[in-house]
């Protein structure tokens, strides 16, 4: 199946937060669809074991270590698609954490570590990348934002703050983008079972959303399918917001 056709197949896409749940997810089926992938994370040992099983079954992966509180990381993680493959597509900006708790616990250190992976990480991926896809002529931002920041719940004020905060840039970048040029995605996950739940700092609230995320959490693979959904869009369409949850969530 052609590119064209396709519209996955041949893509260059970058995934930070790519070394678990969400992230590694969309690897797998981003690969499977034909995607050229570049892989970033902190964890190294878990990407290049990530990309040893995509390229046995056939992908084409790069990975680079990323902390995306560094814009030099996310400039690197651009440069080594550009390297490799002589562009960048889409880049899904899904690292993130939640270091939840209550607003008078005072958590400052929390709070300026989510301000630093969930909102300076986006706007350092628009930094590096908004060059390369005017360039090219196009590209696709695609980033993991929450459904915290739809429905404001104790304990999840800043972290939901966070991702408001990301929601506002996205849709600030996709008007000044009328040009065509560059496609935003905001998906908003509920509940997913992934790893996130260790981020967060107060106990109790640690082991409730752990809970709910084995009672109820979806398969990371739901967020990968939505991901890919938005991504094999024809170039003149764009998904600006996708809100998805499990049905049993409130």
């Known amino acids: 199946m052609t590119e064209d056709m396709d519209g996955i197949s041949g893509k260059v896409v970058a995934i930070t937060g790519a070394s678990s749940g969400i992230g590694a997810a969309t690897a797998r089926r981003l690969a499977a669809r034909g995607a050229r992938l570049v892989l970033g994370a902190r964890r190294v040992d ?3 074991a990530l990309a040893d099983e995509l390229r046995a079954a056939g992908a084409q992966v ?19 698609a550009v390297a490799e493959y002589g562009r960048l597509d889409v880049l899904v900006g899904n690292a993130g954490i939640a270091a939840t708790g209550p607003i008078a616990d005072g958590d400052v250190a929390g709070w300026m570590a989510m301000v630093d992976v ?4 986006v706007l350092y991926g628009f930094a590096s990348a908004t060059p390369v896809f005017r360039r090219q002529g196009r590209g696709h931002f695609v980033t993991t934002v929450s459904t915290s920041g739809l429905k404001i719940v104790p304990g999840q004020g800043v972290y939901a703050a966070t991702k408001n905060a990301v929601r506002t840039v996205m849709e600030a970048l996709r008007q000044e983008s009328t040009d065509g040029v560059i496609r935003t995605t905001s998906i908003s996950p509920g509940f997913v079972n992934t790893e996130l739940d260790a981020s967060v700092t107060d106990p109790e609230l640690r082991r409730r959303v752990r809970a709910d995320m084995d009672a109820f959490g979806l398969d990371p693979d739901a967020v990968a399918r939505a991901v890919a959904f938005v991504i094999e869009q024809p170039d003149g369409v764009e998904i600006g917001d996708l809100t998805i949850r499990p049905t049993v969530q409130g």
């Open 62 to 80: 790069v990975v680079t270590a990323t902390d995306v509180t560094r814009a030099a990381d996310l400039d690197a993680l651009v440069d080594a």
């Open 46 to 48: 878990r990407l290049d």
């Open 118 to 121: 969930n909102l300076r990480g």
